[in-house]
Structures are given as C-alpha cells and as structure tokens.
C-alpha cells in the first residue's frame, strides 16, 4: 500500500506542494489473529458469567498465564502492548479473591487518578454481588475515606495517597492491611527516575507493614512492553518476579507514518532556519482527521503543548468552514481540576468529542474505544511511550493510522530519517535507582514514623546502601539510635515529595476571579509561570503577572496575545566526587557527583511561527541541585592535531553537549528536560575542555549513569545525527537547544563532529579525522 492509497494518510497530503512531502517513512504494522484459551478451573462461574455478559467470551493466553502464576501465590509482570487486555489478567485473580474469600481485600495502585477512576468503572460495570470496589485519592471526600477503610474490599488508590494517608495511618488501616490478599501496580513501566525510585521504597514501606501485620500480598504489575520487564518489577517491589511477555490479543493493521515538518521562512536563534512547530502541524493534522470523521488523540509532551494544538485545530476547522466540528474538539491535561478531568473522560468515552490534545494523561491506559487514528507531536521521551501511544489507536482489532510529527529536535530528526531506530529497536529498560541518598532518607524517615526501623528493615530498604544514609540521619538529629533501632524523633510527620519536585505546589490563581485554575510543581514554576509567561487554562489564555515562591501563589490576569513565551536559563557546575574515571589516549570519561546551580534569566516571546520578538530580563533566585553526572575530557594538544583551532572549541564543546542532550532518551527512559549539560573549553576542575551531562534530579535518576554504560552508542548516534542534518551551520534539528541559557551562541556544527570523533576514537569507535577548519568565536555553558 503507498501512502496515498490509504484512506485517511493520502487525505493528509492532498495539497503538499511537489517534492515537498513531509512524509519520510510508512511502515504496516500487520495485523494478528484472534488466538483464545479456557477460564481458569479457580475463576468463580458468577465472574466468568459477567465477564461473558460484557462481551469477553473466552480469555487469551497470555491473561491466563498471569492470572494463574498471580493465583499460585507468585508475584508477577504481564508487559504486553497496548489493548492487549492486562486488566483481566489481575481482574481474575483479584475479583476471584473477593467472591471466594469473604475477608479478602485488594489495592490498586495506578499513577493517575484517570485511570483509577476509569478501572474503578470497568470494576462497577461487571454488577458482581460481595465486590466492593471504590477509589481513593485526593478527591475523595472524608466521609468517603472511611467508608472506603471500613467497608471497601477492592480499594483503587495511587502510589501519593498510598505514600502520604494511608501507611502513616496504618494502624486505621490494620483490618485492610492484615487481608491484603493482592496488590496490583498497573502501568508500572511509568514508575522510573525519581519518581519511580521513591515508589520502589513506598511499596517496601507497604509491604513491612503488611508483614507487622500478619500478611504476605502478592504483588501483580501490568506493564507496557519493555527490555527486561522481570528485572524492573523486581526492582520496583523487592522480589523475585516472573514475568508473561508474549502478547496473543488480536489487533487490526497499524500503519504508522514518521513525518517531518516543512522548513518555514521565519529564522530563528542566530539566522537558522526554523521548521513549522511539531504542535502547530498535528493541530493541522487534527482538524483535517476531524473534517474526515475520525476519532483521534493527539499527544504533545507538555499541559500548554494540548492547549495550544485544541486551540489551533479550532481555528483550522473555522478556517476550513467546518466551525460546527470545533466544539468537538478539546484539550484533556493533568492539572485540570477534579470536575473538569471526569467531564472530559465522559466525552470522550461516549463520542461526543471527535478529536482531543492530551498529555501523557490519556497514554496509561483509559479505556477509549474505536478510535481511528494517534498523532504523537514530538517524541515522546521514550520508545515504550511511543508504541503505548500508537497502541491507543485502533482498539478492539480496527484498522487504525498513527503519525508520530518531529519536533526541530536531534532525537526527532535522527528518529523520522533512522526508522530502523522505531521499528527493529528493542524498547528501553525502566530507569531507577531506589539507593539514591535523596530518595532514601526521606523514605525511611517516612518508615521510622511509621514503626521503629529494626536491622531487619535495613536489608529490605538497600543493605549496604542505606546503612551510611541513617547514619547521616541520626548526626542530623532526625532519627535516634536505639539497641532496638531507629526512631523518629519529632512529633510532626516527615514530609517527602515522591514525584521528585520539591516543596509545595504553586496554585495558579486569576487575579479578577480570584478563582483557582490549577497548579505547577514548585520546581518548575520559575521557568513556567514567570512574570510575563503565558499560561493556558482549558483553552483560555493568561498572563502572569505575579510569582510568589514563599507562599506558592502565582497571579495571573485573561489576555490572548498572538505569542508565546519560553524561560532562558544559565548554569554552572562543579564536581563534587567522581566514583568512575576512563583515560583513554588523551580523552578521560568520568561518572560521580557534581553540585548544579541554576538560575532563570529572562524569557524570550515568540511568533507561533518560531519567530523571536524579544527577549526580557527576570531577576529569580539560584538553585542549587547535588545530582549524578557523566563527562568527558578532551586533551588540548589531541584537539590540536585535528586541525581545530582552540579559539573554536567552545562552539564546537557546545554543539556537541546540546546534540548528546537531545539524543540520550534513545537510549535511557528520559526526555531531555530531565536532563541538562554544561560545556567549557578549561573547566576549573578537570583544567582541560570539558563537557557534562547531568540528571535533573537531587542525586540523579539513573540517566546519567546509563548514559556512561552505552557511551560509545550513544556518541555514535549523536554524530550521525549532526552529520545527517541539511543545514549549514546548525539549527534546531541537529545541535540548537530550546533551553540553552547563552541564546545558542556560540555554537559550531562542524567542530562538534571533529570532538565527537575525537572522543569515539579514544573509545574504540569511529577514526578521527586530520580536519583543517575555519574559526568560531566565543566561550558557552548551559
């Protein structure tokens, strides 16, 4: 089948000029049939009969084989693609548990409170008689809490509820706890970095006090696919797991196009050319898949991102006289408020909305049938994200078209030109590391709260690891040595923010209203709802006009300016200890420790169309993060001998970091906003030029540290994907930043490839070449 003879990609390109094609690859993801297997003999008949009533006449074998390993009492991972029915291979050990067992319970962890709710109504549709299921999470009313403690038998929460209500108040939970039969982890590939590492601990939390208790859960995680789906659940829960893999669900044929947007007249940072804005082309591809009639997601990788593409689709339906389609069409976002999310889960379960922008929040797993068509605008941070958003398309065995849209990005650009990248790749395995001390200590001060820490818990919180860390916490006063352990010593409960963000949210406030629209993560908030920044609030536009860190308020007023606004930010570093060192001909590569400091600068306003308007001062305060790094060094008189002159080298250390900045989430499970990288030509520590990569995240995420194992593949890729760029000079899609706090200036594409060949010759990989070259100017970090 050629692009233009499917139904809805050829619609797609009617009016691309010749030879102008966006369209860089179309692959058919083939079709797989139906392949079914018999109730297990343990499956009560009032289960199979309802199961049956609501269209599942028979299993596949793959829920089988989780179900039965779940039931022997062995805890296991089903990692299977999207729509391939993991909620019935822990439905049936866990709904059989409550119809057998009369004091049997049940915990659902999910990471979002969509798909809670969305599981809690999958539960509540099947009318079984003695199953008492409800959610709890921060929407839950106090009156309803302690119905759900005392009387719920199949309690569907997340890992923040589990983390700061329930196991600090585990003695109002001991009935729950002491006949916790299962717990089930659903979408388990989303705990990973930080996040994920403070989860690790929270279930470790869990299952100690299930021990105190008297009992022993068995633990049953679904899982999009993934590289060794066994070893990170393990990892994640503190046990031995097996693990089902292999995926029997039907599914329609897949065609999957890999797009480029066009170049663009508009010039951006230092001339260079700018191609049309991944979320300004799904938002076109979006009103022409509504004008056709199909149901689609699009996914962009940020809450403004689904603004901006519902908004623009609307005004491409007005333009194209289809205005009546535009109420259909929406914008679904963490951070909408609790009315507003379960409003739009209606919607698009019935139909009624036709096209919808989303974040990730629609990735895990709402059960939203018969859509036509996935767009992904940008890549979406990792490979097993990709095909989990592609699987959102064609549920229940329909054909379906899914078009993934490059950002002006390295990894997009290598992606959309190396398919070989998305289709023959294995996807990546789940980054964490759960002995992180800024992790650790605040989990096991959680745990020491919850129950003196005995030597015992020490083994199951890290051994070794964890030993240096509650010494560190009894010099600082926080826990007490006892011959029977370690004790917490205040009355107030320790705090810890297990999404990894730090200090209390800021609530996003419109000044004329005094209504409350959302919140951002405290974190974040000085490079997002700055003084000046454009906020975006379903579908309606504001200006901040007040950010207030102490009391965590930002003011905002309604304003609809034809721009957009993104913060600038410099940074410095120092290495605080290096743990890993290589030196490898005149080349050294160092893993360890190394203290950040981060400022927001200014802002830059922007044209929709990438142009700059201006660029405005801010005065916000430094921050300072001690995190997990991995660098090279570079000997001056090796540089030298390359024909590059050292007046060069700054731009050409420069180009180099941003290009390995944008191309490490091939290889670890990261977006290039978890990480960040600084370059100099005489760092004052290493005393020769330099270039870092750094996790940002207090005491890393594991990124860095992956990146330092697959060095040689990822600088590999990192070359290919700058040599592999048309422009001249560098622009966005090969070594230009969207975060570089030094304007992207200096930056030379040409030296970067001489280093990154210098380096990969050290390392054993690609030859270095003898290059006589031109002269740049300028020192740079960022």
Request: proline share 7%; net charge negative.
């Amino acid at each position: 089948m050629t692009a233009s003879d499917h139904p809805l990609l050829g619609g797609l390109l009617v009016g691309r000029p010749p030879g102008e094609s966006p369209l860089c690859h179309v692959r058919q993801v083939p079709a797989r049939p139906l392949t079914t297997d018999d109730w297990p003999s343990w499956v009560p008949a009032e289960l199979q009969a309802a199961l049956a009533a609501g269209g599942v006449d028979s299993p596949w074998p793959h829920q089988v084989q989780a179900a039965e390993h779940a039931w022997a009492g062995e805890s296991v991972v089903i990692a299977t693609g999207t729509a391939s029915g993991k909620s019935l291979a822990y439905q049936l050990p866990m709904l059989s548990a409550v119809l057998t067992e009369d004091r049997a319970r049940v915990l659902y962890l999910a990471p979002t409170k969509a798909l809670a709710a969305d599981q809690l109504r999958s539960v509540s549709s099947l009318g079984l008689a003695g199953v008492r299921a409800a959610t709890l999470d921060g929407d839950t009313p106090q009156e309803e809490r302690d119905w759900v403690r005392q009387h719920a038998n199949v309690v569907l929460s997340n890992p923040d509820m589990l983390h700061r209500t329930v196991l600090p108040q585990h003695a109002r939970w001991a009935s729950f706890f002491r006949r916790l039969r299962f717990v089930v982890i659903d979408e388990c590939h989303h705990y990973r970095g930080m996040f994920g590492s403070h989860v690790s601990l929270v279930l470790r939390r869990l299952r100690r006090l299930c021990a105190a208790y008297g009992s022993s859960p068995v633990f049953v995680l679904a899982s999009a696919t993934s590289a060794d789906p066994g070893a990170s659940a393990s990892r994640l829960v503190g046990l031995p797991v097996a693990t089902v893999d292999e995926d029997f669900a039907p599914r329609g044929e897949r065609t999957v196009a890999l797009w480029e947007p066009p170049l663009t007249a508009s010039r951006g940072e230092n001339s260079a050319p700018v191609r049309r804005a991944a979320g300004s082309e799904a938002a076109r591809l979006l009103a022409d898949l509504v004008i056709a009639g199909a149901r689609t997601l699009v996914f962009v990788r940020s809450r403004r991102g689904a603004e901006l593409t519902a908004l623009t689709a609307k005004r491409h339906l007005v333009e194209a006289g289809a205005g009546e389609l535009s109420p259909r069409v929406a914008a679904y976002r963490a951070g909408f408020l609790a009315e507003e999310r379960r409003a739009l889960e209606r919607s698009l379960s019935s139909g009624e909305l036709l096209g919808v922008a989303t974040t990730n929040a629609l990735e895990l797993g709402v059960d939203i049938t018969g859509l036509d068509a996935v767009v992904l605008a940008g890549y979406p941070g990792t490979l097993a994200s990709l095909w989990q958003q592609a699987g959102r398309a064609g549920r229940r065995g329909k054909d379906a078209l899914v078009v993934f849209v490059a950002r002006d990005d390295p990894l997009d650009t290598y992606l959309v030109h190396h398919p070989e990248s998305i289709f023959a790749r294995p996807v990546e395995a789940t980054v964490t590391d759960p002995t992180n001390p800024y992790v650790l200590g605040p989990q096991l001060c959680c745990a020491a709260y919850e129950d003196a820490l005995t030597e015992a818990d020490v083994a199951l919180f890290g051994g070794a690891d964890a030993e240096p860390v509650l010494v560190e916490l009894v010099e600082r006063g926080l826990l007490r040595r006892r011959p029977t352990g370690w004790y917490w010593t205040d009355r107030e409960r320790p705090t810890a923010d297990i999404r990894g963000g730090g200090g209390q949210p800021v609530a996003v406030v419109d000044t004329p209203s005094g209504s409350l629209l959302g919140t951002v993560d405290a974190a974040t908030a000085p490079a997002t709802v700055y003084p000046g920044a454009v906020y975006l609030h379903q579908g309606r536009s504001f200006v901040v006009d007040q950010l207030d860190l102490e009391h965590g308020s930002a003011l905002v007023h309604p304003e609809e300016p034809d721009w957009t606004t993104s913060a600038r930010e410099i940074t410095d570093i120092a290495v605080v200890r290096t743990l890993r060192t290589e030196l490898l001909n005149g080349v050294s590569v160092h893993f360890g420790s190394v203290q950040v400091s981060n400022q927001v600068v200014s802002y830059q306003r922007r044209r929709f169309s990438g142009e700059i308007l201006d660029e405005t001062p801010l005065d916000m305060p430094v921050s300072e993060l001690v995190t997990k790094a991995v660098w090279y060094t570079l000997d001056e008189l090796l540089v030298a001998d390359t024909g590059l002159e050292l007046v060069d080298l700054p731009g050409a250390l420069h180009a180099a970091e941003h290009a390995a900045i944008g191309l490490l989430p091939l290889f670890a499970t990261c977006d290039r906003w978890d990480i960040g990288g600084v370059s100099t030509a005489q760092h004052a520590d290493t005393g020769r030029p330099t270039v870092f990569v750094y996790d940002g995240h207090p005491g890393g995420a594991g990124f860095a540290a992956h990146g330092h194992s697959v060095l040689p593949d990822w600088l590999t890729a990192t070359l290919s994907a700058i040599e592999a760029c048309e422009c001249r000079g560098g622009c966005p899609s090969c070594v230009q930043s969207p975060k570089c706090g030094n304007g992207n200036n200096p930056l030379d594409k040409d030296g970067a490839t001489v280093v990154l060949r210098l380096v990969l010759a050290a390392l054993g990989g690609r030859p270095t070449p003898n290059t006589n070259r031109p002269s740049a100017t300028c020192p740079a970090g960022c």
